[in-house]
Structure formats: C-alpha cells, structure tokens
C-alpha cells in the first residue's frame, strides 16, 4: 500500500477526470467557468490532492485550511483542516486509496473535520474520527467527523 | 395533488420511521438520546415536516430559520429558511410529495437555502431555485441553491 498522493492542478485535464467522480459538482462547475474566463490560470493550485494509477485519476478529497476564527469544533479554538470530497472510483475501492488520502491529511498535523456520508461512519471510525455532540443550529443536516492530533478531548 | 403536510413531533415511533430515510444520521441519533435522556419530552417539536400515506411518513424535510446575522447568502442579508433532508421513499418517488413539501416551505414567505444532491438539480430547477456563484471559503463542497419570494436579484 505504497501510493503517491498529489496535490492536483486546475486544469482541462483534471477537470475532465472529475467527471467520473459522484461529488463532481458546483466546485468543479465553477473551476472550469473560471479557467474558460481565464479568472484562474492553466495549472492552478486546487484544493484537491489525489492519487493515480497509471495515467488514470482514481481517488480524491479536498483539503482547505480554515483559521480558528472559523472554528466552531474545537476546544480551544484553533486553526483547523476541512477535509471533503473524499471518494475513490468504484472499481479502485477497498484497495487502501481512501486511508492514504486521509493519512496524507493527518501529516499537516492540523485537526481536521469532515463531513461525511452517513454509510462511511464505519470507515471514519476506523481512521480515528469522531462524532461531535450535536448542535442543530450549527449542524443542520450534517454528520461532522473531527480527528485531532493529540486525540479528541471533548466531542 | 393534495397532501397534508405535517409538523413532524419527536416521540419513539417518528424516530423509529425516519430509519426508513437515507439521511438518518447524527440529527435523529441525538434525538434519540435526548428523548431517552428526558432531555426533551415525548412529542416535542421537531424542525421536520412530513407526509403520511395512510399511516406510513412517505416524505419529510427539515425547515430551520436562521437570523440574518448568519446569512451570507443573500443581499441584503435577511431572516431565512434553511431547507435540508428532503427526501420521498422510493416507493413513493414521482407522485409530488416533493414538490409539496417544498411549495409548504416557500409559503412561510422566506429566502430558502438548500444544499441537494447534484443529481437532484432538475427537480430544485423546476422548484424555482438557483445556484449560487462559488466561493469556497464558505460553499467548500457544497451546492448551494437559493429561492426567493420576490426572485433573486444576485447569483
């Protein structure tokens, strides 16, 4: 379980991969409209780090450093990682894609929430994440997941 | 087409039917534990709304109003609802459960936000709703779509 983890570049070639993948929507709707209005430029940094075999774009998440202004999981408040869109292509998966993308996630060494379905708790579970205590006006429909270097000291 | 639409009140039997629903998570797990906890009575309020067929809930949402300090959706910034967990059984799909239940929330008269499934796009279209123009920092992965009573003025 040796993969390479890259941080993707905005382009029309990775833009076309992202079709293949089910989270594919308005984020990467807007990087194509902005690399068509030159807003951004070919090769731009994107949020997405992935991992590929062969030529073949098969796994992927987002990772997006938030300040601790922004925190509302963590006690003290601190600057922390949203990790989403993570997902591996169907035929790729149970191969040790995801947990590679994850543990890449977990080297920044910054606490990280995520927001995941509801059927990969069991998953999460394993990597080490947890569930918060439910706040509604704060977490609507969500499941958030937080992971913290030190471990978790309250949920 | 003519559906009661109901306030949905937490007690064990709504709770055991939401099991039915693909988005049963965190939200109606704390509810569980709060009503065995006696944190809220049998029968609270709860922010969902749903349909019966005969005995069965078929069709729910959730409706939630956020002050308009928390929006950034809008300009000017005002009062809105937040819509999530709309969701119809399957085998109750393609009759206008959906629908209804979103026509009952528009009619509290307030900007909505909601955050589908991309696949769902066609149906929000049809409702009325637009999507948003991208900013990460605050949209991250999601899709956010918007109504408005008068009409949106901006993207």
Chains 1, 2 share one sequence.
């Not at 509302?72 to 600057?79: G, S």
Request: glycine share 6%; net charge negative; aromatic share 16%.
């Amino acid at each position: 379980m040796e993969y390479k983890v890259e941080r993707l570049l905005v382009n029309y070639k990775t833009l076309e991969e992202f079709k293949e993948f089910k989270g594919y929507g308005l984020q990467e709707l807007s990087m194509v409209d902005d690399l068509e209005a030159n807003i951004i430029e070919n090769d731009s940094q994107s949020p997405f780090y992935g991992i590929y075999f062969g030529d073949k774009l098969v796994a992927r998440m987002s990772l997006y450093e938030r300040s601790a202004k922004f925190d509302r999981y963590f006690e003290p408040n601190q600057d922390f990682l949203e990790l989403w869109k993570l997902e591996v292509l169907p035929k790729y998966q149970k191969k040790g894609y995801g947990e590679t993308l994850v543990e890449f996630a977990k080297r920044f060494g910054l606490p990280i929430k995520t927001n995941p379905r509801v059927k990969s708790q069991e998953f999460w579970n394993r990597m080490g994440f947890q569930p918060v205590e439910y706040d509604m006006e704060r977490d609507l429909g969500e499941n958030p997941l937080l992971w913290h270097p030190q471990g978790l000291k309250s949920s």
